[in-house]
């Protein structure tokens, strides 16, 4: 066998990424317990602190919280001062790590990876042999994570730019209007909406009955179980007509007959009705995606929003990074004859369609 010529510098640099995926990997357990014991709360406006410090303001043992903050130091989340041995979270990350109303807001999402290692046996044979796995197969901690990882953008968005850029529908939400929030998982955008526009009712359908008995629950909290109807429905047979917006959150890639959905929407608006279409943020072209936030996008594309779609009829598989030119075509396939991109962030992609 002849040698093959190595690169030693990409090999360097490739190890280099190798091991960086491989402390961010080990660190999500690190994460999910920094979230849960609060310890990023409890190092939050603080200032420097020891690590008996964040121990005794978290009700932790000191041992494990020393090891946990040098962890987070090596992975740059916190702060450390070798000449004081103290420990810091920023201003800026606690935007990120502390705070749950903070639109920046990201541990949500490792309940949701943590999911994954529980469904591993799972996926592993859909791979095998091409069948699908349904979004309520899963472990329950997808369905709070994917709440909670998108919670925060919809606090930050929603309102404030995605329905402002919508043609004509803030008004009509501020008189009053019926919206329907098709595939609303646990409620958070329901809810998000309903505050807003207190003049409004909204209806809140998902095929996963302990999704909607969770949002149920979550509507009663925040004071706004008047003007919400929550029920078990799937986006091709939602009960309803003279919706003047109909919205679907992160979804309409999972689900398994996209362009039926989109045919149903169109019957259950009233005649100047709007849909607001929010995806995933994505370019069309493969090569576009390759990136940070295709990264992620790709990673729960295969593991969660292919694997729901080929459990379904018709089985279209979109997948998470289908871009708005695929989008739109399944939109129109539907029957509504206009689609545009109302606006975006990185994270996501808002479509408005109209009849």
Same mark, same amino acid.
């Given at each position: ?5 190595? %690169?030693?510098?990409k090999?360097?640099a490739f190890?280099?990424q190798?091991v960086?995926?491989?402390g961010?990997? !080990?660190s999500a357990?690190?994460?999910v317990?920094?979230d849960?014991?609060?310890l990023?709360?409890? #190092? ?7 690590s ?10 000191e041992r494990y919280?020393?090891e946990?903050?040098? *962890?987070?130091a ?6 450390y001062d ?7 979270? @920023?201003?800026? =990350? ?6 749950e109303?903070?639109?920046?807001y990201?541990l ?11 469904d /591993?046996e ?6 095998r042999?091409? +069948?699908? #796995?349904g979004w =309520?197969?899963h %472990?329950h ?10 919670r925060?953008?919809?606090r ?9 850029a919508?043609?004509g ?9 019926r919206?329907? %929030?098709?595939?609303?998982g ?6 998000? #909406? ?5 003049n @409004?009712q909204? &209806?809140g359908f %998902? ?5 909607i008995?969770r949002?149920?629950q +979550?509507a009663?909290?925040a004071?706004v179980?008047?003007? !919400?109807?929550?029920?078990? +429905?799937?986006a091709?047979?939602?009960p309803?007509?003279?919706?003047d917006?109909v919205? $679907?959150?992160?979804c309409?890639?999972d689900m ?9 929407v169109?019957?259950?608006l009233s005649? *100047?009705?709007t849909? #607001?279409?929010? /995806?995933?943020?994505?370019n069309?072209? $493969?090569?576009d995606?390759?990136?940070? $936030? ?5 990673g ?8 729901a779609?080929?459990?379904q /009829?018709v ?11 695929r989008?739109?075509?399944?939109? *129109?396939?539907?029957? &509504?004859?206009?689609v545009?991109?109302?606006? /975006?962030?990185?994270f *996501?992609l ?6």
């Open positions: 066998m002849s040698a093959t010529a190595i %690169d030693e510098r090999l360097e190890m280099g190798a960086t995926d491989m961010a990997v !080990i357990p690190l994460f317990i920094g849960k014991l609060g990023y709360k409890a #190092m939050a406006h603080a200032g420097p602190l020891t008996q410090e964040v121990a005794d303001r978290a009700g932790a043992a919280v020393r946990w903050l040098r *962890n987070q090596a992975g740059g989340y916190v702060e070798p000449e004081t041995d103290r420990y810091t979270l @920023s201003e800026e =990350h606690a935007l990120a790590l502390a705070d109303d903070s639109p920046f990201i949500g999402v490792y309940d949701l990876i943590a999911s994954l290692y529980a /591993e799972r996926i592993l044979e859909a791979f042999s091409g +069948a699908g #796995m =309520h197969e %472990d901690r997808l369905f709070r994570g994917t709440e909670r990882f998108f925060p953008g919809y930050g968005h929603l309102v404030n730019e995605w329905i402002p919508l043609d529908v803030q008004e009509k939400l501020e008189l009053g209007a919206v329907a %929030d098709v595939g609303c646990h409620g958070a955008s329901t809810i998000v #909406m309903a505050k807003a526009f207190p @409004s909204f &209806f %998902d095929y996963h009955a302990a999704s008995e949002a149920r +979550a009663k909290e004071g179980a008047d003007r !919400i109807t929550f029920a078990v +429905a799937s091709k047979d939602y309803g007509e003279g919706y917006l919205c $679907v959150f992160d309409l890639h398994g007959d996209p362009v039926g959905a989109s045919a149903h169109l019957k259950t005649e *100047n009705g849909w #607001m279409i929010v /995806e995933p943020f994505a069309d072209r $493969v090569e995606n390759l990136n940070p $936030v295709g990264r992620v996008f790709y729960a594309s295969t593991v969660i929003c292919t694997p779609s080929l459990d /009829e089985g279209l598989a979109l997948g998470a990074q289908a871009g708005e030119a989008l739109a075509d399944v939109i *129109n396939e539907g029957g &509504f004859r206009r545009r991109r109302a606006t /975006e962030t990185p *996501n808002v479509l408005e369609a109209r009849p």
